[in-house]
């Protein structure tokens, strides 16, 4: 840990109130830049989507994306914001090199959306509401590489390297206003919004919100006061935290350290801090700049922004259904506890099992199968459910071949793991592998006959009334049959032989 001398989480909280400030952006999924033309789609060749636009040439105008418009104003509306009837673009003065204009075009004192809240349910059930400040817009930096150290900062790099493709890419960054109230739960808070904010932006469609590829990333602000009534404290800004997982863990180190801090005599300078995943510790970056240092002032070379209010109420009745209300709705269609609902949005497998549904399964087989086998096959590769090679429809094709007999359980999972191998179709791996269930009558007949020659002394246990030894005889003809059999027809045919009825 790079500060040795935490305080426990239960003394900080018994001496301080924590009050948090979550400043998210988010990258638009636009096909072009804020301000050009230029392609904002990934992997490129580093400094080939680039033009005089987005690298500050002189001379060079820009011109506003008006999908990047849009999409801050459908973002307003599903954050129950006020939208602006006229606002502008600032310049933010400051130089670092993956910025080539050394000002980046964002929004000051006008934001286009702004006086909102989030609610968002805590792991408990209970609401917790978090009131947006202003989600304005902006353009993203370029990326520098810093080259030769052992850590990738530029602490100890031999030389940096700089591509401008992501520089211009379109942002809405999403201030809230302090949260205060939260006590012991901030960490928690924290945690719940950004990942309620994120199914929000995907509802919205204007971002795939993925937090390990940087569209969507946090900067954790947090501060600590004697009691509720004292003014803030002095706060540190952690920077670009990327896992729902690690805001939780930013914020409660933050706690930790702050009041480790203030209970040795200690002040809290107000600075940047980096995240660290390996230890969920934070170590100092920059002090923090005030807004006056940034020098803003309106951009002259964009026009103000005036959304008619006509083409506002459109947008607005063209909102999709919002997470929470959605996920209640399918709560209730599924017949599931409020618990199983939180490991399947933790899954990131509700829109998975929505189109499984969709293709035709029933939910309970569609949830089975996510949660299940695709769940751990998903853990076991560090990604989330969707990013599965594995379509809702073939789920759902394997769920039907279960419901039609032609798979048992076993054999399911041998076809789903053959679909991600790549080796096909769920009917074409069924075909390749020879998975089918054996439903021959005469073929389990012979191998049920098999199993009571070969094991004589439960057969007669069963036929002397402890029916729950057949089990043994089930097993002896699942391994006959490879596991192709029916284990519910098997255990019937071998009562049947004996002469036993079950119950």
């Given at each position: 840990?790079?500060?040795?001398?935490?305080?426990?989480?239960?003394?900080?909280?018994?001496?301080?109130?924590?009050v948090?400030?979550?400043?998210?952006?988010?990258?638009?999924?636009?096909?072009?830049?804020?301000?050009?033309?230029?392609?904002?789609?990934?992997?490129?060749?580093?400094?080939?989507?680039?033009?005089?636009?987005?690298?500050?040439?002189?001379?060079?105008?820009?011109?506003?994306?008006?999908?990047?418009?849009?999409?801050?104003?459908?973002?307003?509306?599903?954050?129950?914001?006020?939208?602006?009837?006229?606002?502008?673009?600032?310049?933010?003065?400051?130089?670092?090199?993956?910025?080539?204009?050394?000002?980046?075009?964002?929004?000051y004192?006008?934001?286009?959306?702004?006086?909102?809240?989030?609610?968002?349910?805590?792991?408990?059930?209970?609401?917790?509401?978090?009131?947006?400040?202003?989600?304005?817009?902006?353009?993203?930096?370029?990326?520098?590489?810093?080259?030769?150290?052992?850590?990738?900062?530029?602490?100890?790099?031999?030389?940096?390297?700089?591509?401008?493709?992501?520089?211009?890419?379109?942002?809405?960054?999403?201030?809230?206003?302090?949260?205060?109230?939260?006590?012991?739960?901030?960490?928690?808070?924290?945690?719940a919004?950004?990942?309620?904010?994120?199914?929000?932006?995907?509802?919205?469609?204007?971002?795939?919100?993925?937090?390990?590829?940087?569209?969507?990333?946090?900067?954790?602000?947090?501060?600590?006061?004697?009691?509720?009534?004292?003014?803030?404290?002095?706060?540190?800004?952690?920077?670009?935290?990327?896992?729902?997982r690690?805001?939780?863990?930013?914020?409660?180190?933050?706690?930790q350290?702050?009041?480790?801090?203030?209970?040795?005599?200690?002040?809290?300078?107000?600075?940047?801090?980096?995240?660290?995943?390996?230890?969920?510790?934070?170590?100092?970056g920059?002090?923090?700049?005030?807004?006056?240092?940034?020098?803003?002032?309106?951009?002259?070379?964009?026009?103000?922004?005036?959304?008619?209010?006509?083409?506002?109420?459109?947008?607005?009745?063209?909102?999709?259904?919002m997470?929470?209300?959605?996920?209640?709705?399918?709560?209730?269609?599924?017949?599931?506890?409020?618990?199983?609902?939180?490991?399947i949005?933790?899954?990131?497998?509700?829109?998975?099992?929505?189109?499984?549904?969709e293709?035709?399964?029933?939910?309970?087989?569609?949830?089975?199968?996510?949660?299940?086998?695709?769940?751990?096959?998903?853990?076991?590769?560090?990604?989330?459910?969707?990013?599965?090679?594995?379509?809702?429809?073939?789920?759902?094709?394997?769920?039907?071949?279960?419901?039609?007999?032609?798979?048992?359980?076993?054999?399911?999972?041998?076809?789903?793991?053959?679909v991600?191998?790549?080796?096909?179709?769920?009917?074409?791996?069924?075909?390749?592998?020879?998975?089918?269930?054996?439903?021959?009558?005469?073929?389990?007949?012979?191998?049920?006959?098999?199993?009571?020659?070969?094991?004589?002394?439960?057969?007669?246990?069963?036929?002397?009334?402890?029916?729950?030894?057949?089990?043994?005889?089930?097993?002896?003809?699942?391994?006959?049959?490879?596991?192709?059999?029916?284990?519910?027809?098997?255990?019937?045919?071998?009562?049947?032989?004996?002469?036993?009825?079950?119950?």
């Amino acid at each position: 840990m790079s500060f040795t001398e935490l305080l426990s989480y239960e003394d900080a909280l018994s001496s301080y109130d924590p009050v948090m400030g979550l400043e998210v952006h988010v990258e638009l999924g636009t096909r072009t830049k804020m301000f050009c033309g230029c392609s904002t789609e990934l992997g490129a060749e580093p400094n080939s989507q680039t033009c005089p636009v987005c690298l500050g040439l002189p001379g060079a105008l820009p011109v506003v994306n008006e999908i990047g418009i849009e999409s801050a104003i459908k973002i307003g509306l599903a954050l129950n914001c006020e939208i602006a009837e006229w606002c502008r673009f600032a310049r933010k003065n400051y130089f670092y090199p993956d910025m080539p204009k050394n000002f980046q075009t964002s929004q000051y004192d006008e934001p286009i959306a702004f006086n909102g809240f989030l609610d968002v349910q805590l792991e408990d059930g209970e609401i917790f509401r978090v009131e947006i400040e202003r989600a304005h817009m902006e353009e993203d930096t370029g990326k520098s590489l810093h080259v030769g150290g052992a850590t990738g900062r530029i602490h100890g790099a031999s030389h940096s390297l700089l591509d401008y493709n992501r520089a211009g890419i379109p942002l809405i960054e999403i201030v809230t206003k302090p949260i205060e109230g939260a006590g012991e739960r901030a960490p928690e808070v924290a945690k719940a919004y950004v990942a309620e904010l994120r199914e929000v932006i995907k509802a919205l469609g204007v971002s795939e919100a993925r937090m390990d590829k940087g569209q969507m990333r946090c900067d954790v602000n947090l501060s600590l006061r004697p009691t509720p009534e004292a003014p803030f404290g002095t706060r540190s800004e952690t920077k670009n935290v990327n896992s729902l997982r690690s805001v939780e863990r930013a914020a409660r180190f933050e706690i930790q350290r702050h009041a480790a801090v203030l209970s040795s005599g200690g002040s809290i300078v107000q600075e940047t801090r980096h995240f660290h995943e390996e230890d969920g510790s934070t170590t100092a970056g920059r002090i923090k700049d005030n807004a006056e240092d940034y020098r803003y002032f309106p951009e002259p070379d964009l026009v103000p922004v005036a959304p008619a209010r006509t083409w506002v109420e459109e947008l607005r009745g063209g909102l999709p259904e919002m997470p929470r209300v959605r996920r209640n709705r399918l709560r209730e269609e599924w017949g599931v506890t409020e618990h199983d609902m939180q490991s399947i949005l933790n899954a990131g497998a509700v829109d998975s099992i929505v189109a499984t549904i969709e293709a035709g399964a029933d939910s309970a087989a569609a949830r089975k199968w996510w949660m299940g086998e695709l769940a751990r096959n998903a853990n076991e590769q560090g990604v989330v459910v969707d990013e599965l090679p594995i379509t809702p429809a073939q789920v759902a094709r394997v769920a039907a071949l279960v419901a039609a007999g032609e798979l048992n359980d076993k054999l399911a999972r041998q076809v789903l793991e053959g679909v991600l191998a790549g080796e096909g179709t769920p009917d074409e791996v069924v075909e390749k592998r020879g998975l089918k269930v054996v439903s021959d009558e005469g073929a389990l007949g012979a191998a049920v006959d098999e199993a009571i020659a070969g094991n004589a002394a439960i057969a007669d246990k069963i036929r002397g009334g402890k029916v729950a030894a057949v089990g043994a005889l089930v097993g002896a003809v699942m391994k006959t049959t490879r596991g192709q059999a029916d284990a519910a027809r098997v255990k019937e045919l071998i009562l049947e032989r004996l002469g036993v009825t079950e119950g």
